[in-house]
């Protein structure tokens, strides 16, 4: 009797091994499938507000044209106008790890460009489809809002970020650090949307990245001074420690790889006193 139940037993955790070690794997498949059908039904509505325009295409049809029912539909998008933009969500949760992977000591707002890449990458990697949306993003009020919907989600994910990424003795003078981070997070975003428009006109032709990163270059030129380069790990010492004032003479001790913005404003800090 006893061997039975031992087979049995082994039978039993073989067949949890087996759940255990393909759950992610089916969970990989879940979501290629997922977008795979999102796809697939952003390219039906496209052709359909193409060919008969938006106000006339209905749901059923667009359900219709990629072979599937109205509910299957209504389990990817809210809305028809929802379906031409089917990447965003993962394209956000991509940008999201690009900030939660960032170097320790890289610069914020490079952070941020590096995220926003990952919206460029979306849009380069169907040239023909993107440029067909864009012009239907012009023609639809209702498909322009729900782009500027989009946008938005990028803006609050990047503030979120930078505001966490500040130089708190810079901002002495009132509480700026919150305009900032949002007025920084939407010039990103906004040189970004510019490129990518410019891309788009020119039918999704050109060297678009040389492009976002020109722009990215004059954003953090003009913004970058005021965030800090990574707020430090617990018992890790600042980058500029001391600033004493001694007659005329100024002593500040720093660390040797100090961002050199970090120690000119120390200094000027020490200066002012």
């Given amino acids: 009797m006893s061997q039975p139940v031992k087979a049995a037993r082994s039978k039993r955790v073989n067949s949890s091994h087996s759940s255990d070690g393909g759950e992610s794997a089916g969970s990989r498949r879940a979501a290629a499938q997922r977008l795979t059908m999102r796809r697939k039904l952003a390219a039906a509505a496209m052709e359909l507000f193409a060919t008969q325009g938006y106000e006339a295409t209905t749901v059923d049809e ?10 299957t539909f209504f389990r990817h998008f809210r809305s028809k106008e929802e379906a031409i933009f089917p990447d965003h969500d993962d394209t956000l949760v991509r940008a999201e790890a690009v900030l939660d992977a960032a170097p320790p000591h890289e610069h914020p707002l ?5 995220g926003i890449k990952e919206v460029m990458r979306m849009y380069a990697a169907s040239p023909a489809v993107s440029v067909e949306r864009y012009r239907l993003t012009r023609e639809v009020p209702a498909l322009r809002e729900r782009e500027i919907a989009s946008v938005a989600r990028y803006e609050r994910l990047f ?3 930078l505001l966490g990424h500040f130089d708190e003795g810079a901002h002495h003078d009132g509480n700026d650090d919150p305009l900032l981070a949002e007025v920084a997070a939407s010039a ?11 891309w788009l006109r020119a039918g999704g032709e050109g060297d678009v990245e040389t492009q976002l990163d020109h722009a990215f270059a004059i954003v953090r030129e003009t913004f970058g001074s005021g965030i800090g380069a990574g707020r430090p790990a617990p018992g890790h010492q ?29 200094i000027e800090r020490a200066l002012k006193r």
């Avoid at 990103?188 to 410019?198: E, F, G, K, S």
């Fill in 159 to 161: 503030t979120r970020y």
């Fill in 110 to 114: 490079d952070t941020v460009c590096r």
């Fill in 188 to 198: 990103v975003v906004t040189a970004h949307n510019h490129v990518l428009r410019r």
């Fill in 238 to 266: 600042p980058a500029a420690v001391t600033a004493q004032e001694e007659e005329d003479v100024v002593v500040m001790v720093a660390r040797t790889d100090a961002p050199l913005n970090e120690v000119m404003r120390t």
């Fill in 62 to 71: 667009i359900a219709a044209r990629a072979g599937v029912a109205r509910r």
